[in-house]
């Protein structure tokens, strides 16, 4: 989620990176900013009859001291008066507040001001080739195939114990997989990373913290239970390692 502190700096910059996807950067960026206008001064009024309220507050046990009973009462009624005027206040700050984390929940990361404008894959621009394209020879079979050859993945039992998408590996096919996993984890160890475990769980904060909630809720597996949502990749957990720190 962008940075209000951010928006209020940067706001034409951003508005430029935001048009990159495709977006109407100008009229979000004047919509955050115009809102969280309200929401500061409303703030500011909120806090200065806080402070008011504080002063007359006092000022009241003076004067009862003092022998001075009808003024007391008279700032006894206003502050009556002004504790009410704080809840509507407090009431209103509270809803900008929320409208403006909704809004701001809305609008994605903006791009590098590098990144090309564009909408589809032939838009984009190629910076480098690695490698040669491969050549498949007659007859070459597609990896769908492949696995049914030599029996290593197995995705009609995929469907039937859970559905598409969830295949089952079987003998060198699991080994392989395996394997695979294992080798990537060495290699970035020796890479100088660090391995971590993460929970396969997050909460509701951790998925506003990557940019999964709230647009991509109907995209994640919920325990409703717990509130707690299945991890799409490790991305979510790992990041959300440093939310509020960094």
Known sequence: MLQIANIRKNAKEL?????????DGDTLMSSVLE????????????????AKGNQITSQIGELYKTGQKAEGDALKLQSV????????????????????????LTIPNAPSIEVPKGKTPEDNKQLFLWGEMPKLHE???????????????????GVKVTGAGFPVYKGKGAIFQRALIQFF???????????????????????????QLPDKEGQM??????????????????????????
């Open 81 to 104: 008066e002004i504790k009410d005027a704080l809840k509507q206040l407090e009431s209103d700050v509270e809803s900008l507040d929320q409208e403006l984390t909704q809004l701001l």
């Open 139 to 157: 007859g070459a079979m597609p990896h769908w195939e492949l696995a049914a050859k030599y029996d290593i993945i197995d995705f009609e039992l």
């Open 185 to 211: 984890l060495n290699e970035a160890g020796k890479a100088g990373y660090m391995e971590i475990q993460p929970p396969l769980m997050v909460n509701a904060e951790s998925g506003y913290g990557t940019g």
């Open 15 to 23: 508005a430029e990176r935001l048009a990159i996807r495709g977006l």
């Open 221 to 246: 597996y919920h325990v409703g239970v717990d509130d707690l949502y299945l991890i799409p990749t490790a991305e979510v957990p790992i990041t959300n390692l440093y939310r509020d720190v960094i």
């Open 35 to 50: 809102m969280d206008e309200r929401n500061r001064s409303k703030r500011t009024e909120m806090e200065s009859l806080q």
